[in-house]
């Protein structure tokens, strides 16, 4: 499964996918009977220039495909338009700031809203706070393994 997520003449693929409730489990394929299945899914930009997708105001389109067995192409199940104020976007420049969509049963539409996390601690400066250092450089280095 992937997310690709559209604004104007922009794109960006969610190729990451990820699902679960307590523990997450890297999507890599999935089972689905004939009850379905019930899981919250999660999906990330990958790792290369993507880094530098920002959310701006504007209109989205939010689009979820699945490669199903045997098919050639993936098919698309399910599309939502979404809007992000100005304001919102001014919200989503803050450093652990994340944007959140709940459906709301009334208006008939998802309802955006942004809410931040604090930023994780920076490693190097906990590995120096805590006299974890490289005895032949003196900075902050990752435990080395083998």
Known sequence: MHVTLSRNEAKQNFNIWVYGEQKLVRGSGLYVGENGVSANHHFLAPDDDSASFRFRQGK???EVFAHILGDKKPKRLHFQDLK???DLASQLEAKGAGLYFDWGPDSEEYIPHVESRPPSPDL???SALLGLTSRSTGRADKPRSG
């Open 60 to 62: 989205y389109r939010l």
């Open 84 to 86: 992000i104020t100005a």
């Open 124 to 126: 190097a400066e906990v």
